[in-house]
């Protein structure tokens, strides 16, 4: 079964090469949305299964979308938060925020579908 994933981050590179992870591992197409709002909105309208949702943000930061996105009605996706910028407070904030995962964020990606392969099953 193919699982719907929302990617939510403001950077378009980091967005291309989060999709092009999850096609790595069997995923054919991605939803995108650029901010926390937009990320919120896509996930009312969308229901998407898995939300990977970077943790820095303009306006509404990543655990503050985290705790909107896990507030919504009816079914809550697994949320992915991902950091470029990794220690034990974010962790303890992903936490607090109803992440599910909290992974960090290379240029290799590796650590990335190390969290999301089991997801995708």
């Known amino acids: 079964m193919n699982k719907k994933v929302l990617i939510i981050d403001d950077n378009k590179g980091d967005r291309m090469c989060l999709s092009m992870a999850l096609k790595d591992l ?3 197409e991605t939803l ?3 901010t926390g709002e937009q990320g919120v909105e896509s996930c009312r309208t969308n229901q998407p299964d898995i939300v990977v949702l970077d943790t820095i ?3 509404m930061n990543g655990f503050e979308t985290c705790r909107a996105i896990k507030a919504l009605p009816g079914k809550k996706p697994t949320v992915v938060l991902l950091t470029g910028v990794p220690d034990a407070v974010s962790a303890g904030f992903a936490r607090e925020a109803g ?3 909290y992974t960090i964020k290379t240029v290799e990606y590796e650590e990335f579908k190390k969290c999301v392969r089991p997801l995708l099953a």
Do not use: H, N, S, T
Request: proline letters at 17%; aromatic letters at 0%; charged letters at 40%.
């Open 32 to 34: 995108e949305a650029e």
């Open 26 to 28: 069997g995923c054919p």
């Open 57 to 59: 943000l303009p306006k």
């Open 99 to 101: 992440a599910d995962k």
